[in-house]
């Protein structure tokens, strides 16, 4: 699955450019962490968002997941049929292909308040990384198939500052998910996680930036379970990695989202039930596996400065 946003590079260079990156719960106390950085996005208002809009009042509000019809006229009627907000994240609709149902969005808008609120008593879990989410407008684009993110893009990329991530609708609950029998996995819970590292971790806590700009704790425990340093994909990993994952069209940087993102859904027991499947790409597949094996990546998801969630969504908030 694709995912859009900014790149370092291409700010640096044209400005306000759109980058195409890889694809592929008690969030615990914070010991004050820190704001998210200055960056180079065009601030988009409130007003300008039509009836999916977020302030900032209502990000910090419990979601009550009220499906909102997008009219006639309305800035996102061109991309989107309707829409959930869920603390500073829109949930949408695409507005092309087979209706997306009700059922589908509100599973997706479930998942992303169960990874923002993992322990799930109604208020947000970092509020410095739902600050980052809403300024940067992100938004979850849940599609029918290959196109439909473009098509969205194309109509409204500038609204959302380009930092959407599509969710395709046959690759969630019911669909797939853990405990629909078999090796199934909930895409849903890969590309939410996947914005929120985008659009929040990354810009709140430069050591688990993912971004691959700077050397930091991630690339240093990425290397270690790699077997190496590797800015390309090698012709063959060594017998000591753990992760060896071999996209060819992953670069470093989308090397270290994945990694991230294997570390923290296994440690929340979201991978038991399909070890054999992902043993190609990643070998830790439960949290006693994790501790005893990834010392570097176990110390960066228990620190408690970043609030990475411990457990696994299941489709169910409060």
């Given at each position: 699955m694709r995912r859009w946003r900014f790149s370092v590079l291409s700010l640096n260079i044209l400005g306000a450019v759109l980058a195409i990156s890889c694809g592929g719960g008690g969030g615990g106390g914070s010991s004050s962490p820190t704001a998210p950085t200055a960056t180079a996005t065009t601030t988009t208002?409130?007003?300008?968002?039509?009836?999916?809009?977020?302030?900032?009042?209502?990000?910090?509000?419990?979601?009550?997941?009220?499906?909102?019809?997008?009219?006639?006229?309305?800035?996102?009627?061109?991309?989107?049929?309707?829409?959930?907000?869920?603390?500073?994240?829109?949930?949408?609709?695409?507005?092309?292909?087979?209706?997306?149902?009700?059922?589908?969005?509100?599973?997706?808008?479930?998942?992303?308040?169960?990874?923002?609120?993992?322990?799930?008593?109604?208020?947000?879990?970092?509020?410095p990384v739902n600050n980052s989410?809403?300024?940067?407008?992100?938004?979850?684009?849940?599609?029918?198939?290959?196109?439909?993110?473009?098509?969205?893009m194309q109509r409204v990329g500038e609204l959302v500052q380009h930092n959407a991530q599509e969710v395709g609708v046959f690759e969630t609950a019911p669909d797939r998910c853990k405990g629909c029998g078999g090796p199934e996995y909930d895409a849903a819970a890969e590309e939410i996680l996947h914005l929120i590292q985008n659009n929040g971790w990354n810009f709140v806590y430069s050591d688990i930036d993912d971004r691959g700009v700077t050397t930091n704790k991630l690339t240093t425990a990425m290397d270690v379970a790699r077997g190496g340093n590797f800015q390309s994909i090698p012709a063959s990993y060594p017998a000591s990695a753990w992760y060896t994952y071999d996209d060819a069209n992953c670069d470093y940087a989308c090397q270290l989202t994945e990694y991230l993102f294997w570390l923290v859904t296994s440690a929340a027991d979201g991978n038991s039930h399909r070890c054999s499947i992902i043993e190609h790409e990643w070998d830790l597949c439960t949290r006693a596996l994790v501790e005893s094996s990834d010392s570097l990546g176990w110390a960066i998801i228990t620190d408690p400065t970043y609030n990475i969630p411990t457990v696994h969504p299941n489709g169910s908030y409060r």
């Amino acid at each position: 699955m694709r995912r859009w946003r900014f790149s370092v590079l291409s700010l640096n260079i044209l400005g306000a450019v759109l980058a195409i990156s890889c694809g592929g719960g008690g969030g615990g106390g914070s010991s004050s962490p820190t704001a998210p950085t200055a960056t180079a996005t065009t601030t988009t208002t409130t007003s300008s968002l039509g009836v999916c809009a977020i302030s900032t009042a209502q990000a910090s509000v419990t979601p009550t997941f009220d499906i909102i019809t997008i009219p006639a006229g309305d800035p996102f009627a061109s991309a989107a049929t309707k829409c959930i907000r869920v603390f500073g994240v829109m949930v949408m609709a695409v507005n092309t292909g087979a209706a997306i149902t009700d059922a589908k969005l509100t599973h997706a808008a479930t998942i992303t308040a169960e990874w923002l609120d993992n322990n799930e008593d109604g208020l947000v879990d970092d509020p410095p990384v739902n600050n980052s989410m809403l300024e940067r407008t992100t938004t979850v684009v849940l599609i029918n198939g290959d196109g439909d993110l473009d098509f969205f893009m194309q109509r409204v990329g500038e609204l959302v500052q380009h930092n959407a991530q599509e969710v395709g609708v046959f690759e969630t609950a019911p669909d797939r998910c853990k405990g629909c029998g078999g090796p199934e996995y909930d895409a849903a819970a890969e590309e939410i996680l996947h914005l929120i590292q985008n659009n929040g971790w990354n810009f709140v806590y430069s050591d688990i930036d993912d971004r691959g700009v700077t050397t930091n704790k991630l690339t240093t425990a990425m290397d270690v379970a790699r077997g190496g340093n590797f800015q390309s994909i090698p012709a063959s990993y060594p017998a000591s990695a753990w992760y060896t994952y071999d996209d060819a069209n992953c670069d470093y940087a989308c090397q270290l989202t994945e990694y991230l993102f294997w570390l923290v859904t296994s440690a929340a027991d979201g991978n038991s039930h399909r070890c054999s499947i992902i043993e190609h790409e990643w070998d830790l597949c439960t949290r006693a596996l994790v501790e005893s094996s990834d010392s570097l990546g176990w110390a960066i998801i228990t620190d408690p400065t970043y609030n990475i969630p411990t457990v696994h969504p299941n489709g169910s908030y409060r």
